[in-house]
């Protein structure tokens, strides 16, 4: 309460991943446990790891994870590989449920949600080219899991569906991750916005970088009527 020092946690990147120089990796996502244990994902690294509360190693998994990692309550941990949101089992790190943000989310529902994401794309040189998306489209930043204690707040929603932050289209939304088919989306008025979190008063609070405006804010956001307030 006074703002002491009351632990630090050592983390050693080169312990993780022996690629890349540490020096240019910087901490992003970070989870706390209930046995002083943290997962932590690194800006311009590859790898994620939970440590103990000494900064012993007790796994770690190399890959291209970033930003948010959110615990799900039931053993999981949810974040970013890349385009793909992965679940991980939080004791062990194993990958239990993978989906492609291009794959089985842009095109899912007959590609009738193609729209929401494919923004930042250029357009097909004929009429049976592909799309084909731009550098960093999304810039994926936040997934969440809706825990069952709070599902009945929204009703609209289900228990386990997943709330996702893409930076680039000031896009969050509430996805179906059996099918990706959304079940509520909204772009802005926050603009290059991260952290989404449900409520229990069935609100979700967005953090609005607001870039370039000079300040950010927290914005309150009901998806069942569309009332906000900041």
């Known amino acids: 309460a006074q703002?002491?020092?009351i632990h630090r946690w050592p983390i050693h990147y080169a312990r993780f991943d022996a690629t890349i120089r540490p020096?240019?990796?910087?901490?992003?996502?970070m989870e706390v446990f209930e046995?002083?244990?943290?997962?932590?994902?690194?800006?311009?690294?590859?790898?994620?790891?939970?440590?103990?509360?000494?900064?012993?190693?007790?796994w770690s998994v190399n890959g291209g994870f970033h930003?948010?990692?959110?615990r799900s309550g039931d053993g999981g941990l949810w974040t970013w590989l890349g385009e793909e949101i992965v679940r991980l089992d939080e004791a062990t790190g194993e990958q239990?449920?993978?989906?492609?943000?291009?794959?089985?989310?842009?095109?899912?529902?007959?590609?009738?949600?193609?729209?929401?994401?494919?923004?930042?794309?250029?357009?097909?040189?004929?009429r049976d080219g592909d799309l084909t998306y731009l550098y960093d489209p999304f810039h994926p930043n936040d997934v969440e899991m809706l825990r069952p204690e709070m599902a009945d707040a929204f009703p609209m929603?289900?228990?386990?569906?997943?709330?996702?932050?893409?930076?680039?289209?000031?896009?969050?939304?509430?996805l179906d991750p059996q099918?990706?088919?959304?079940?509520?989306?909204?772009?802005?008025?926050?603009l290059k916005q991260?952290?989404?979190?449900?409520?229990?008063?069935?609100?979700?609070?967005?953090?609005?970088?607001?870039?370039?405006t000079g300040r950010s804010l927290i914005r309150r956001v009901d998806p069942g009527d569309g009332t906000q307030s900041v």
Request: aromatic fraction near 6%; glycine fraction near 12%; charge should be negative.
């Open 3 to 5: 703002g002491a020092e």
């Open 96 to 126: 239990t449920f993978a989906l492609d943000l291009r794959r089985d989310v842009a095109s899912a529902d007959g590609g009738e949600q193609r729209g929401i994401f494919a923004i930042r794309t250029s357009e097909p040189t004929d």
């Open 179 to 190: 099918t990706g088919v959304l079940r509520w989306s909204q772009i802005g008025p926050w």
């Open 194 to 212: 991260h952290d989404p979190d449900f409520h229990p008063d069935g609100t979700i609070t967005v953090f609005d970088n607001a870039t370039g």
């Open 157 to 174: 929603f289900e228990a386990g569906d997943l709330m996702i932050s893409l930076r680039e289209l000031n896009l969050v939304a509430v």
């Open 67 to 70: 930003h948010s990692i959110t």
């Open 35 to 58: 046995d002083g244990s943290v997962v932590v994902t690194f800006d311009k690294g590859h790898a994620i790891a939970r440590v103990d509360a000494c900064g012993e190693t007790m």
């Open 23 to 29: 020096q240019n990796v910087m901490l992003h996502g």
